[in-house]
Nanobody, 128 residues
Framework: LRCSCGVGGGLVPSGGSLRLSCAAS????????VGWFRQAPGKEREGISY????????YYADSVKGRFTISSDNAKKTVYLQMNNLRPEDTAVYYC?????????????????????WGKGTQVTVSS
C-alpha cells in the first residue's frame, strides 16, 4: 500500500484541511477493508477510521468523528481520508492498512491493529 498526503503537503494550520491518499497495488481492493491509523510521539497507535470496500460501511473513532471522512475510489484503487477542522492534537504519523476476509471480523482486526498490509507512514503536522 502506498500512503501519501494530498495537495498541500503534511503541514497545515489549526482549523485547516488535508486529504490523505492510500493507493492499493497488488491486491484486489474490493476484497479488503482499508483503515487509517495514526501514532503521535510518545503515544500508542490509534485506529481512527476504516471502510469496508465491499459494502461501503465505515467506522470512525470518536476523536475524529464529524471531522474526518473516509471514502474509496474503486476504479483508482485508492482510499482517501479527508481531514477537516484539524487540531494540533491530530499531529501524528498516519498509516493506511488493509485487512481481508469477512467484514464480520474487520472491527476486531482494526481494534487490535492486526492488518494484512501496511502502508508507509506519512507525517501530518497541525500548527497551533
Amino acid at each position: 500500500l502506498r500512503c501519501s498526503c494530498g495537495v498541500g503537503g503534511g503541514l497545515v494550520p489549526s482549523g485547516g484541511s488535508l486529504r490523505l491518499s492510500c493507493a492499493a497495488s497488488g491486491i484486489t481492493l474490493k476484497d479488503y477493508s482499508v483503515g487509517w491509523f495514526r501514532q503521535a510521539p510518545g503515544k500508542e497507535r490509534e485506529g481512527i477510521s476504516y471502510i469496508s470496500i465491499s459494502d461501503g460501511s465505515t467506522y470512525y473513532a470518536d476523536s475524529v468523528k464529524g471531522r474526518f471522512t473516509i471514502s474509496s475510489d474503486n476504479a483508482k484503487k485508492t482510499v482517501y481520508l479527508q481531514m477537516n477542522n484539524l487540531r494540533p492534537e491530530d499531529t501524528a504519523v498516519y498509516y493506511c492498512a488493509a485487512v481481508g476476509g469477512s467484514t464480520r471480523y474487520t472491527q476486531a482486526a482494526f481494534d487490535d491493529g492486526i492488518m494484512d498490509y501496511w502502508g508507509k507512514g506519512t507525517q501530518v503536522t497541525v500548527s497551533s
